[in-house]
Each structure stands twice: as structure tokens, then as C-alpha cells.
């Protein structure tokens, strides 16, 4: 049995906003899934959708086993934390931690265990007596998270919880967040604008777009294999380079034709493309897939494309090559060695088994 499950979930706000359109979705018990989008696509919304912040305009909010539609939040069984840390100023920790406890009229003894073993698991002990206003920003996150871990609620819901922490803090409280999990082993549904927080946090990666659920897998099939154009170009950085150009068949082959240069398509994927020969064609490449011919051991000259480099950035581990291939402007990870001059000419290796195409029209995944 899933812990949340929405079904055919739409959200109309007044004023005829469609902020969330027939979302299906089943979030497994334990599992930590991350919902993942640009500003504005409705992740918020579905998150309220869960909580009982907001009623779904149609379709059923499902979690553990009950259907939730007119439940109110706190009947619900879940515990939300924003990224507004909203820790009463004037009261220590330990009385945060413990507020939400007492207004259920728990025993003082066992508010107390409970606060306590929260601040265990969060290394916040020694922050007890302490007022918000003499911790840093990474601490009243911990404290904002130990409110929720206390309440040991059935779905812990996470609203960009972590958007204004600086950028250190923020990828440190991400596998903070992330051991949590392990931990505590609850369900665990987390909304971020950040691709990096849903590769690096998710069991699976649900990517919404304008209201709609684009894709929902594990973080490697969501790489690898995106449905899409949009999901392709969200996650992932630097992102997917994007080529427009056609299909062309020469002597009983298949080639991607840019116009300037023509690169062979593998045999493996060559079947599934087949239908587009002599149309337009949207390829697809990461930025890892293309590699400097010079430092390409084997020769491959029908992979080739030559590039002239525009800007280098060195990385220290690694180098962003910002070319120009044709009509077409790419970005390559070489190795931390590459450093072609500015106004270089170089071949590019392209390496065509990772490589995606695209109905220019539809802009949905063929291969
Ligand atoms: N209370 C509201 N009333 C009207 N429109 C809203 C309301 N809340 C959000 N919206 C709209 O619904 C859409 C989705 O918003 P939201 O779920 O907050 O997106 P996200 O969290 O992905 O940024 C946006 O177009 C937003 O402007
Ligand atoms: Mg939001």
C-alpha cells in the first residue's frame, strides 16, 4: 500500500488558474520522492494538495490508506516544513521543538523524549537553551526539521526547505536531509527547483512542468532516458546541447545532419529513426558525451564535428569548452587538462551511443 497517492489530481485557484492538471502519482511507504520543476509549475500546490492546505478542485488525495479529500491538515497525519523557518523568537529550542507536542496535550514525559531524541538524531543537543536569534541559518533549519521529527507524523512534506541557505550549507543540509531519511525511514515528499537536490535526495524524481507531470522514475532513468525535451534540458548541468537539423540517409546509413557536418547514428538506434529519414531531426547530447579528438585514443572519423572554441572554463577538476559547431553553439566537460586556446579550430568526438533524439515537433523522446 502507497502512503500518498493522488489520483487525477487538478487544482483550478479563482480567477480560473490551472495550477495543477489530472496529476497521478503513488509515493511508496519510506520512500523519499522529490518533486522537481521551475517556478510557478504547481509544486507548491500539490504539496498543500497532500497537506489539506489546499483542496483538490477534482480528484483524490490518498494517504495511508484513507482517502483525505476535506480532512483537515491536522487530522492528516503529515508534518510540513518550509523554507521559512517560523521558529517562535522568544522561545529556547527545546520549547520550539516541544510546542507543537503540547498543543496535542502530550505528556510533559513524553515531550520530553521525544524532543531529546529528535535533537539526538539532528546533533542540535547543546542548541537546547538556545533562542533562534543566537543560531545560524543551517541550525534553525535543523531546529524547523526537529518540530516535525517529533510529531513522528505517517508523511513528512518538504517545501524548498533549503532555498535560502547559502550554497555550502545548502548541499551539506541536503545529505543532512538525506541521512534523515535513512534514519527515520518515513515517507518523505520534497519540492525543489534545484535538479541537483532531486538527483542527489530522490528514490524517484517526479519533473512537472506548467501543471503537468512530465516524468516520474529513479534519478538515473530521468537522466538517461527523459522523456522529453523539457525534462532533458531541466535536469542535468551543464545541461543537454540541443542540435536542429535532419535525418539523411547516404549509402545504406543513417545521419544526424546539421547542416555543416553530418555525424553516423549507432545501428541500435538507427531502426527507430528510420521513419524521419530526409526530416527534421532535434539531437540531443550531454555535455560529458563530447570529447576533444585529441585526446581520443581510437580514430572515429564518422562521429566527427568540428567546433571552433569560444570560451574555456576551468573548473579544477574538469572544463566547460563553450564551442561553436556549425550553427549551433554546445558546451563540453573535458578533462581537467584541455585547454585549447580561445579561437581554436578542434574536432569533436561525439559519443553516439548516450546521444537522444527528439520529434522536433512534439519535442517528445524517439531514442
Ligand atoms: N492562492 C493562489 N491563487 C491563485 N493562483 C495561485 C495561488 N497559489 C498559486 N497560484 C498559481 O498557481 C501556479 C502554481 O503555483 P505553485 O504551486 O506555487 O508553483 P511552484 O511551487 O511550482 O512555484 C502559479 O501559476 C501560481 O501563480
Ligand atoms: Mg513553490
Same mark, same amino acid.
Given at each position: 500500500m502507497s502512503q500518498v497517492t493522488l489520483r487525477n489530481v487538478t487544482k483550478i485557484y @479563482? $480567477?480560473?488558474?490551472?495550477?495543477?492538471?489530472?496529476?497521478?502519482?503513488?509515493?511508496?511507504? &519510506?520512500?523519499f520522492v522529490v518533486v522537481v520543476g521551475p517556478s510557478g509549475c504547481g509544486k507548491t500546490t500539490v504539496l498543500r494538495m497532500i497537506a489539506g492546505l489546499e483542496e483538490a478542485t477534482s480528484g483524490e488525495v490518498w494517504i495511508g490508506g484513507r482517502m483525505v479529500n476535506g480532512v483537515p491538515p491536522k487530522d492528516r497525519d503529515i508534518a510540513m516544513v518550509f523554507h521559512i523557518y517560523a521558529l517562535y523568537p522568544h522561545m529556547t529550542?527545546?520549547?520550539n521543538m516541544a510546542f507543537g507536542l503540547k498543543l496535542r496535550s502530550?505528556?510533559?514525559?513524553?515531550? !520530553?523524549?521525544?524532543?531529546?531524541?529528535?535533537?539526538?538524531?539532528l546533533g542540535i543537543e547543546h542548541l537546547l537553551a538556545r533562542k533562534p536569534k543566537e543560531l545560524s541559518g543551517g541550525e534553525r533549519q535543523r531546529v524547523a526539521v526537529g518540530r516535525t521529527i517529533v510529531r513522528k507524523p #505517517?508523511?513528512?512534506?518538504? +517545501?524548498?526547505?533549503?532555498?535560502n541557505l547559502d550554497a555550502k550549507l545548502r548541499v551539506q543540509m541536503r545529505t543532512e536531509i538525506h541521512?534523515? &531519511?535513512?534514519?527515520?525511514?518515513?515517507?518523505?515528499?520534497?519540492?525543489?527547483? !534545484?535538479?541537483?537536490?532531486?538527483?542527489?535526495?530522490?528514490?524517484? =524524481?517526479?519533473?512537472?512542468? !506548467?501543471? #503537468?507531470?512530465?516524468?516520474?522514475? !529513479?534519478?538515473?532513468?530521468?537522466?538517461? &532516458? @527523459?522523456?522529453?525535451?523539457f525534462?532533458?534540458?531541466? =535536469?542535468?548541468? @551543464?545541461?543537454?546541447?540541443?542540435?536542429?537539423?535532419?535525418?539523411?540517409?547516404?549509402?545504406?546509413?543513417?545521419?544526424? +545532419?546539421?547542416?555543416?557536418?553530418?555525424?553516423?547514428? =549507432?545501428?541500435?538506434?538507427?531502426?527507430? #529513426?528510420?521513419?524521419?529519414? $530526409?526530416?527534421p531531426m532535434l539531437f540531443g547530447i550531454r555535455p560529458e558525451d563530447i570529447y576533444d579528438?585529441?585526446?581520443?585514443?581510437?580514430?572515429?572519423?564518422?562521429?566527427?564535428? @568540428?567546433?571552433?572554441v569560444e570560451v574555456v572554463e576551468p573548473m579544477g577538476?574538469?572544463?566547460?569548452?563553450?564551442?561553436?559547431?556549425?550553427?549551433?553553439? #554546445? =558546451?563540453?566537460?573535458?578533462?581537467? &587538462? +584541455?585547454?585549447p586556446e580561445i579561437n581554436q579550430d578542434i574536432d569533436l568526438v561525439f559519443d553516439m551511443s548516450q546521444v537522444h533524439f527528439f520529434d522536433p515537433d512534439t519535442e517528445q523522446a524517439i531514442v
Open positions: @479563482p $480567477g480560473n488558474v490551472l495550477a495543477v492538471k489530472e496529476a497521478s502519482l503513488a509515493v511508496e511507504n &519510506h520512500e529550542v527545546y520549547d502530550y505528556q510533559r514525559k513524553e515531550i !520530553d523524549a521525544r524532543v531529546k531524541e529528535a535533537a539526538q538524531i #505517517l508523511v513528512f512534506l518538504f +517545501d524548498e526547505p533549503l532555498s541521512k534523515l &531519511h535513512l534514519r527515520l525511514k518515513s515517507t518523505m515528499v520534497y519540492v525543489t527547483h !534545484d535538479q541537483a537536490e532531486a538527483m542527489t535526495m530522490g528514490d524517484r =524524481i517526479v519533473v512537472m512542468k !506548467d501543471g #503537468l507531470i512530465q516524468q516520474v522514475a !529513479d534519478p538515473m532513468t530521468i537522466y538517461d &532516458h @527523459p522523456v522529453n525535451k525534462v532533458a534540458s531541466f =535536469i542535468g548541468n @551543464p545541461p543537454m546541447n540541443f542540435l536542429r537539423g535532419r535525418m539523411l540517409r547516404q549509402s545504406g546509413k543513417l545521419y544526424f +545532419d546539421e547542416g555543416r557536418f553530418k555525424i553516423k547514428v =549507432i545501428d541500435e538506434m538507427a531502426a527507430k #529513426l528510420a521513419a524521419y529519414t $530526409g526530416k579528438k585529441l585526446f581520443v585514443s581510437e580514430s572515429v572519423p564518422e562521429n566527427i564535428a @568540428p567546433a571552433t577538476s574538469e572544463v566547460y569548452l563553450y564551442l561553436r559547431a556549425g550553427s549551433h553553439t #554546445l =558546451i563540453a566537460r573535458v578533462g581537467a &587538462h +584541455d585547454r
